[in-house]
Nanobody, 120 residues
C-alpha cells in the first residue's frame, strides 16, 4: 500500500520561502511508472496543480514556474516543494500525490494534506 505524507511548517511569513517534503512509503519514487505531484487548494477555491517530478525531469505550472522548485531525494524516498516570495494568496492546503505516468486518469494516491498559512 502506497502512502504519502506531507511535512513542513504550518506558518510562513510573507516574502519568505515555503518548504514542504513528501515522504513516500510502499513504493520507490525513482520508478518511471509514476509522476510525483504537488497540488494545493486555497480556502474556498479549487485544486491547483503546481508541478511534478520524475527521476529525470520536472514540470511546473507556468504561472508559478518562476517561484517553484521541486526536487527529489531518492535515498530518503522523498520529494520536496519550495515556493519562494510567498504572499497571503499562497495560503492553502498543500497535497502531494502520485499519478500513473502517461495516463490521464488523475492522481491515484494522495497525502492527507497540510495547511500552510502565509502571515506575519
Amino acid at each position: 500500500q502506497v502512502q504519502l505524507q506531507e511535512s513542513g511548517p504550518g506558518l510562513v511569513e510573507p516574502s519568505q520561502t515555503l518548504s514542504l517534503t513528501c515522504t513516500v512509503s510502499g513504493g520507490s519514487i525513482t520508478t518511471d511508472s509514476y509522476t510525483w505531484n504537488w497540488i494545493r487548494q486555497p480556502p474556498g477555491k479549487g485544486l491547483e496543480w503546481m508541478g511534478d517530478i520524475t527521476y529525470d525531469r520536472t514540470y511546473y505550472r507556468p504561472a508559478l514556474k518562476s517561484r517553484t522548485s521541486i526536487s527529489m531525494d531518492a535515498s530518503k524516498n522523498q520529494f520536496s516543494l519550495q515556493l519562494s516570495s510567498v504572499t497571503p494568496e499562497d495560503t492553502a492546503v498543500y497535497y502531494c500525490a502520485r499519478k500513473v505516468a502517461g495516463v490521464d486518469n488523475g492522481m491515484d494516491y494522495w497525502g492527507k494534506g497540510t495547511l500552510v498559512i502565509v502571515s506575519s
